[in-house]
C-alpha cells in the first residue's frame, strides 16, 4: 500500500497520457497482482487516487502470477467485444503491481531455520506497469499496438513446480481500542496481528515444462487468426515479447522455436536491466520494444510489423497474444515536470539537437555491439535443464544469475 499505490497511480498516468485520455474518459478498470491480498483490492486505491469520479466497472486478478499481464489484457479485451456488442465505447485501463521484494523476509527465514538458499528472490524486482485498451468507438488517438487474438493453456499437473503461496513470516501490525466496562472503567487492549508474506514455489523443471507449451500454443493461435499477411506463418517471421522468467526459459523458448536472439531482445534487455517483475513485465517488454534503439538490433535489421507477445504463471499456465504493431506511432512520453516531450521517441529524446549523423551512427554501432554481446552471453547457458531435484547445485545449473 505505501510503495506499489503510487508506483501503480503513476504508470497509470503515462498510459493515460499516451492514450490522450483523462482519467474520467476510463470506463473499465482491469488489475492484477500476486503480491497483495486485501480488501478492498489495490485497484479500489488506485481510482481513488487516479481521481476516477464516474462509475467504473473493476476487475481484479488474483493467483495467476507472472502470466497476469497477459491474463488482464484479455480479459479487458473480452469486456470491449462485450460493450462494442452492447455499442457501448470502452476504455479499459489494465493495470499490473507487483512488489516483489516482499519475498525476501521468508527466505532469509528459509536460510536461518532450513539452511535452504533458493534462486527466486535474486530473480525478481518491483514495477507496476499499466496500458489502455479501447474498442474503438468514439476513439480519436492512434494505437500503439493492435490486439487480433489470444489463447490460453495449462500444463497438466504442474502445480507443484511453479507457484507463489502465502508465508506466515511477514510484517505485524498493531490496533488499539478503548473498552469501557458496565462499570465505567476503561481499559486499553492492544492487539498484535501477523499479516502474511509470500513466498515463491520455483522448481529446476520450469524452464523445460514452459518451453514444452510455447509451440502448441502458438500453431492454434497462428490458425485461429487466417488473415495475417502470407510472410507471417512461422516463429521467426515475428517479433516476440517473451515473459522473462529467467534466462533458461528465455534460452529454451528460442531454442524450441527457432528463434534469435535478436527476436527476443526486447525480454533479454528488460531480463538484465531489471530482472523479472512478475505480471507486470511483459508490458514493460512491449514497452522496451519500440524503442529505436531496439529497431537497431532487430533480426536482420527488419522490424516486424506483427509480433508474439508470451507469458508463463503457475500452473503452469501460458498466456499468449499477437498483436501488430503500429510502426507509425509516435511515442508520448510524460514526464515528471507535467510537461509533454516533442514527438520523438525516447531514445531520440535523449539527444540534443545539435548532435550529428556521426554521433547517431555511433550510438547505434554501440548498441549493435552490446545485442552482440547479449548473444555471447547466452550461448554459455546450457540448454538443458534437470530434472526437480532438492540439490541447489543442480537447481542452479544452466542458469546465469546478473
Not at 531435484?389 to 546478473?402: C, F, K, P, Y
Request: proline share 5%; aromatic share 4%.
Amino acid at each position: 500500500m505505501d510503495e506499489g499505490i503510487p508506483l501503480a497511480v503513476k504508470a497509470s498516468r503515462k498510459a493515460l497520457h499516451e492514450a490522450q485520455l483523462s482519467a474520467l474518459d476510463i470506463t473499465h478498470v482491469v488489475s492484477t497482482t500476486c503480491t497483495h491480498s486485501a480488501n478492498p483490492g489495490f485497484d479500489h486505491f488506485l481510482c481513488k487516487e487516479l481521481g476516477m469520479t464516474q462509475p467504473v466497472e473493476k476487475v481484479l486478478l488474483h493467483g495467476i502470477g507472472c502470466s497476469g499481464g497477459l491474463a488482464a489484457l484479455r480479459t479487458a479485451a473480452n469486456i470491449a467485444l462485450g460493450s462494442s456488442f452492447r455499442k457501448k465505447k470502452a476504455r479499459v485501463l489494465v493495470v499490473a503491481l507487483e512488489i516483489s521484494s516482499i519475498m525476501v523476509r521468508s527466505e532469509l527465514d528459509s536460510m536461518d531455520k532450513l539452511q535452504e538458499c533458493r534462486i527466486g528472490i535474486t530473480l525478481f524486482s518491483d514495477c507496476a506497469s499499466a496500458v489502455v485498451l479501447s474498442n474503438g468507438i468514439d476513439d480519436h488517438a492512434e494505437p500503439v499496438y493492435d490486439l487480433l487474438g489470444w489463447e490460453h493453456r495449462i500444463v497438466p499437473d504442474t502445480e507443484a513446480d511453479l507457484g507463489f503461496d502465502v508465508h506466515p513470516l511477514g510484517t505485524y501490525s498493531f490496533c488499539s481500542c478503548l473498552v469501557v466496562s458496565p462499570g465505567n472503567e476503561a481499559e486499553r487492549i492492544v492487539n498484535k496481528n501477523a499479516s502474511s508474506g509470500w513466498k515463491v514455489i520455483l522448481s529446476p523443471r520450469v524452464p523445460k515444462l514452459a518451453s514444452s507449451i510455447v509451440e502448441p500454443t502458438f500453431n492454434s493461435l497462428l490458425e485461429s487468426l487466417p488473415s495475417l499477411p502470407p510472410s507471417y506463418r512461422k516463429a521467426p517471421d515475428f517479433d516476440w515479447a517473451l515473459h522473462p522468467g529467467g534466462a533458461t526459459i528465455l534460452s529454451g523458448v528460442e531454442r524450441v522455436m527457432s528463434i534469435s536472439p535478436e527476436h527476443l531482445r526486447a525480454s533479454y534487455d528488460t531480463y538484465i536491466n531489471h530482472g523479472n517483475s512478475s505480471s507486470a513485465t511483459i508490458f514493460s517488454v512491449l514497452d522496451r520494444l519500440r524503442d529505436k534503439d531496439m529497431d537497431a538490433i532487430a533480426p536482420d535489421n527488419k522490424v516486424k510489423e506483427f509480433l508474439v507477445a508470451c507469458a508463463f504463471g503457475p500452473g503452469i499456465a501460458v498466456e499468449m497474444g499477437i498483436l501488430r504493431r503500429n510502426l507509425r506511432h509516435v511515442k508520448r512520453t510524460l514526464v515528471l515536470s507535467g510537461e509533454v516531450t516533442p514527438p520523438e521517441t525516447e531514445s531520440e529524446g535523449s539527444r540534443s539537437d545539435g548532435e550529428s549523423e556521426e554521433v547517431i551512427e555511433k550510438e547505434i554501432e554501440s548498441v549493435k555491439k552490446n545485442g552482440e554481446l547479449i548473444g555471447e552471453k547466452l550461448a554459455t547457458v546450457q540448454p538443458d535443464v534437470p530434472e526437480q531435484n532438492d540439490s541447489l547445485a543442480e537447481a542452479l545449473n544452466g542458469v546465469e544469475l546478473d
